[in-house]
């Protein structure tokens, strides 16, 4: 045997060697992650049942008895999402999850704390669980989880929603109908000025939407547009949705219009927030639409001139600050409010991000208490923090520059301040 055969022999043995160190450690932080997660899920529904055992101690009586039960749910789930800076839905959703888990599939919760499956095999079982009735779910846990311990998630996926249909005491006209009722539109921020819309609907009216935007874009293309089809395909879209454009419409005038024509449809009330020396044009500090974050000065501008539903707001271009608009009485009025929802942005509750305009605004030392209407007592909060803020237990203090310190009803202290103007 060649001196450079038995140096790849060994260089091999030592890939495999290494290779089988890796993928053992792999596997054993996967176990260990399982059990976690098994003892989270455990944790989850078992601090959901004190909340709904506690609700009519720690929530006034002068709420209903269910209203009370949300309260205390809600009031629970916020005390663990700002002990570890989570958001309250996530926090909601994952105890929701737990609930299916710990409830309705403890054979799952079993092989996950035993690591013969993962978190998102669970996950996988209990989405497709909690439309079946009472009476299928024994068969189809025993059809399923044996496919869990032995496939990926994404197979587990595709084979429970078989055994789902094949099991289900409900027929697929009747399960259509109910879940018609959720259809919705979703907005989600992305970077640098962009955006995610997302819709949903129906299969036929989602797969009706893409023949549309995809024969405008193939026409446009034919025309000679030289856009990429995915642009042309999201350009269609928007031309549909805010100026009416269709692919009828395209026989006489084949190409799309480009997204600044389009731009110059736009109708909705909504706040822009614009440096005075980058309307001039004088900066390139961003502007701030409300809702989303930083936009460049140029489409505020457009927007500015071109939809004058839209809100105009100019700051001083060295500090940003608002001045104080106090007055003697306890109702609002529209400068003050303008005033502070500007300075918040958002709930100001921790961890919170629902807009202040769609929030309540909130005396944080109430006025029957000697509390004064003005920026220093004023702040947002969405209807659900400022309900929560008055149960027993949690505590609000407003400081200088609207900083907030909140004490929740486990003793922990958190703390929000106003962002900074993003110029």
């Known amino acids: 045997m060649t001196e450079t055969t038995t140096t790849a022999i060994r260089a091999s043995d030592e890939y495999a060697a290494r290779l089988a160190e890796f993928s053992d450690h792999y596997a054993d932080i996967q176990r260990r992650r399982a059990a976690l997660d098994g ?75 035993a690591a013969r499956i993962s978190a998102r095999h669970a996950k996988t079982i209990t989405d497709q669980l909690c439309d079946v009735p009472t009476e299928g779910r024994a068969a189809f846990l025993a059809k399923v989880l044996p496919v869990a311990e032995q496939t990926t998630d994404a197979e587990l996926r595709r084979r429970a929603r078989v055994l789902r249909e094949r099991l289900h005491p ?21 970077a640098d000025g962009m955006a995610w819309v997302h819709l949903f609907t129906t299969a036929p009216i989602a797969q009706g939407i893409i023949e549309r935007i995809e024969a405008a874009a193939a026409e446009s293309r034919s025309a000679g547009d030289t856009r990429t089809c995915a642009q042309l395909q999201a350009d269609a879209l928007a031309a549909l949705a805010l100026t009416g454009v269709t692919p009828d419409d395209i026989m006489t005038s084949p190409v799309l219009p480009h997204p600044i024509e389009v731009q110059d449809h736009i109708k909705p009330t909504v706040q822009i927030t614009v440096p005075a020396l980058s309307l001039a044009g004088v900066s390139d500090a961003p502007a701030t639409l409300d809702g989303y974050g930083p936009i460049d000065p140029e489409t505020a501008a457009r927007i500015a001139v071109n939809a004058p539903s839209f809100t105009r707001i100019l700051v001083q271009p060295e500090t940003g600050a608002i001045l104080s608009v106090g007055r003697n009485q306890y109702r609002v009025p529209a400068d003050l409010q303008r005033a502070v929802r500007l300075r918040d942005g958002t709930c100001r509750a921790p961890g919170c991000g629902r807009r202040a305009r769609a929030c309540d605004l909130d005396h944080s030392v109430a006025w029957e208490d000697g509390g004064t209407t003005d920026v220093g007592n004023l702040a947002c909060l969405c209807r659900h923090h400022h309900r929560m803020k008055h149960l027993p237990g949690w505590n609000l203090d407003h400081g200088p520059g609207g900083v907030l310190e909140w004490t929740t009803p486990d003793g922990k202290h958190h703390r929000t301040e106003p962002d900074p103007a993003p110029f």
């Open 170 to 190: 409900d027929s697929i006209t009747t399960r259509a109908k109910r879940s018609e009722a959720d259809r919705r539109v979703e907005f989600e921020p992305a």
């Open 39 to 113: 003892e989270e899920a455990r944790l989850l529904a078992r601090s959901a049942a004190y909340a709904d055992a506690f609700a009519d101690t720690v929530v006034p009586a002068a709420f209903p008895p269910a209203e009370r039960r949300a309260l205390s749910r809600r009031s629970t789930c916020a005390a663990m999402a700002m002990a570890t800076r989570t958001s309250e839905r996530t926090v909601q959703r994952a105890t929701n999850d737990a609930e299916a888990l710990v409830n309705d599939a403890p054979s799952v919760l079993d092989a996950l704390e």
